[in-house]
Nanobody, 126 residues
Framework: VQLQASGGGLVQPGGSLRVSCAASGGTLRGLTMGWFRQAPGKEREFVAASRWSGVSKFYADSVKGRFTLSMDNAKNTVYLQMNSLKPEDTGVYYC????????????????????WGQGTLVTVSS
């Protein structure tokens, strides 16, 4: 499975942005999908994830209530809707996937994922 992230850009604090992750070479069925981000000089950190059924979703405390992950199985695309953006949300956003249902204790770990997109830059600044 190849993942292609897109939709990043420059947005003002308080604004909204939606990034997308298109999967090719396979379907989303059976995949757990996640979003991670990496700010300059920092380690990659977990943002959000969902098992392919979409029933169970997980969010980092720092984005709860502001970010929403959704999956469109017909389009083989995963979205991350980001609202009320803050400067500390700035970073390269990566989508990731793995072909199994991850349990809660491992879903936020980068080593749990086997497929990675190339990342899309989100800059929150006035």
């Amino acid at each position: 499975v190849q993942l292609q992230a897109s939709g990043g850009g420059l947005v003002q604090p308080g604004g909204s942005l939606r990034v997308s992750c298109a999967a090719s070479g396979g379907t989303l069925r059976g995949l757990t999908m996640g979003w991670f981000r990496q700010a300059p000089g920092k380690e990659r950190e977990f943002v959000a994830a969902s098992r392919w059924s979409g029933v169970s979703k997980f969010y980092a405390d720092s984005v709860k209530g502001r970010f929403t992950l959704s999956m469109d199985n017909a389009k083989n695309t995963v979205y991350l809707q980001m609202n009320s953006l803050k400067p500390e949300d700035t970073g390269v956003y990566y989508c990731a996937g793995v072909r199994r249902n991850l349990i809660a204790s491992t879903i936020a770990s980068t080593v749990s994922y086997e497929y990675w997109g190339q990342g899309t830059l989100v800059t929150v600044s006035s």
